[in-house]
């Protein structure tokens, strides 16, 4: 409940272990702000089952 929110079903792996792509939707409602996106540990694994690690560039912000 925030200035943005995600939408999962957009999820897609371009570069599988490197590279990722998802929508983020921010609100109209809000004139600027900061978004800080992170992945958490073990949400998903490979087709083999090695679970995702988080590193310390699993992050991101965006600010508006």
Known sequence: ???ASLDASTFQAIK???K???V???STSI???RVVV???DNF???QAGNLFTRS???HFIVRF
Do not use: F, K, M
């Open 24 to 26: 983020i939707a921010l």
């Open 16 to 18: 599988p272990d490197y």
């Open 1 to 3: 409940n925030g200035p």
């Open 44 to 46: 998903c694994s490979d």
């Open 38 to 40: 992170e992945l958490a």
């Open 56 to 58: 310390n560039v699993s």
């Open 20 to 22: 990722y792509r998802l």
């Open 31 to 33: 004139q600027y702000g």
